[in-house]
């Protein structure tokens, strides 16, 4: 046997064990084929020497010739390529697996991904797509893209592709066609693309059906909520109205006792009770006012009268109807007005109900030796301000939203012994809110609250106070 027999033959075998744990390692056909051929070369070339083999013949020599230079050629050419085409296939085989996990990714996504042509054709889809649309992939494939976007039609395709390649993206909100007809609301993301001198549409689709029956929902409750507050103002304004009319009586004829007006009465206690039944009365009817405006206010049924409102003379008229229970309480008054006479366009009714209001939660929560500013003026941007400063109890920050609700009073020892709805403020914001002013409020315990009414620019004017002196003599 010739030396370079056995060194083919040894070649040959690594070559072809080698092709054959690639195979188990790979399971690749290609591999599998890799393998038959270099058996193929391995058993050629044993081929030539297993007569030798068989008959003991060993002739180990350097000799051999021309044969034996193209066995071991053959067999190293083999074993080259086994690790050639190793090396190539790993290369390949990482590069697939490497691509098949972001595919594995669309698949799973929960969004819709479709590949559309220029015509239209639906040219690949991840499997959720399928799943929304319940079809089959090659169903799928076989449809066109408005066939299942009930949006787009087929006469209006190009129109669409058109748009489409002139924004590179668009979002919309559609409906998607299931296989059995159904539609269900998807949010749309279409993007233009161009790959290898092909034009594609890469669509993502979510499936919105949950958030729009949450819409609707929502939409429905606030409607319900809606109605049932416009049904409670407007049974609030309806019994508020006939709750007045014999109010007023108990209040009038009360008072006419009290006064004695048509003769003695006889016992003193019975003036007492009358005196307590006029103002008991008064005060129920300060409250029933109040719901009335509120409910009116929250229906929309409150309309402003508009007119020519001085400032100063709206603040005057209000410090004069608190003078005699802040001199009671020992309470002072510091009035700030502007020099140029201030003019409002505004309703004067809400307006005087405004401070009204204001100073008599400034007044009732300020204790007595206290004091209670009230200022007027123009803003430099043309606006007009108003806003009334108390020394009383204050408020802590956290209660200020509290009090900007219908019927809330922040309990305290203090305001347990003074009566009150805890309509002033709402009520105040929403007539503010009317003029289109802002309302702002401040305030710490202790120190006191400041509380502030800004009328914008086009409500505001001023004018010389003679002319105002003119007018009214008109």
Request: charge should be neutral.
């Amino acid at each position: 046997m010739n030396i370079s027999h056995f060194v083919a033959a040894a070649i040959s075998l690594f070559a072809f064990a080698s092709a054959v744990v690639l195979l188990l390692r790979y399971r690749n056909w290609r591999i599998g084929f890799l393998a038959a051929a270099t058996a193929v070369v391995a058993a050629f070339l044993l081929g030539q020497y297993s007569g030798d083999l068989i008959s003991g013949d060993w002739r180990w020599s350097m000799g051999g010739g021309r044969d034996d230079f193209m066995r071991v050629t053959v067999s190293a050419l083999a074993l080259f390529a086994v690790v050639f085409l190793e090396r190539l296939i790993a290369r390949q085989m990482k590069a697939e697996r490497e691509l098949e996990l972001p595919r594995y990714g669309v698949d799973q996504a929960a969004l819709a991904t479709l590949w559309i042509g220029r015509d239209g054709h639906i040219l690949d889809a991840n499997e959720w797509a399928c799943k929304c649309l319940g079809l089959s992939k090659p169903e799928l494939l076989a449809r066109r893209a408005h066939e299942i976007d009930t949006s787009i039609g087929a006469a209006r395709w190009s129109g669409h592709w058109a748009k489409l390649k002139k924004a590179r993206s668009v979002s919309y909100e559609s409906q998607f066609k299931t296989a059995s007809g159904k539609p269900f609301s998807v949010d749309v993301t279409a993007t233009y693309l161009k790959f290898a001198d092909e034009e594609y549409c890469l669509v993502f689709a979510r499936d919105i059906t949950m958030r729009k029956q949450l819409e609707a929902n929502l939409r429905t409750a606030r409607d319900v909520a809606e109605a049932a507050n416009r049904a409670k103002s407007e049974f609030l304004a309806n019994m508020s109205h006939e709750l007045r009319t014999p109010l007023n009586a108990i209040i009038g004829f009360s008072e006419v006792l009290a006064l004695e007006s048509f003769g003695p009465i006889g016992s003193r206690r019975y003036k007492t009770y009358a005196e307590n039944i006029q103002r008991s009365g008064v005060l129920l009817l300060g409250i029933i006012n109040g719901i009335l405006d509120l409910s009116k206010a929250e229906s929309g049924k409150l309309t402003l009268n508009e007119a020519s409102v001085p400032l100063d003379g709206v603040v005057q008229d209000c410090a004069q109807m608190f003078e005699h229970k802040m001199r009671e309480k020992d309470i002072r008054l510091v009035k700030t007005l502007p020099d140029a006479a201030v003019v409002l366009r505004a309703d004067p009714q809400l307006v005087t109900q405004i401070l009204v209001n204001l100073m008599s939660n400034a007044v009732k929560f300020t204790e007595p030796g206290g004091t209670v500013q009230l200022i007027g003026g123009r803003r430099e941007d043309g606006g007009c301000s108003i806003a009334i400063v108390d020394s009383g109890i204050g408020i802590a920050q956290d209660d200020l939203p509290k009090v900007m609700e219908p019927f809330v009073q922040i309990e305290t020892a203090f305001t347990r012994k003074n009566e009150g709805t805890g309509l002033g403020l709402p009520l105040v914001k929403r007539m503010a809110a009317l003029h289109g002013a802002n309302f702002h409020i401040a305030s710490e315990p202790g120190v006191g609250t400041a509380v502030m009414v800004d009328f914008p620019p086009e409500r505001t004017e001023a004018i010389e106070r003679d002319e105002i002196a003119y007018r009214d003599a008109a």
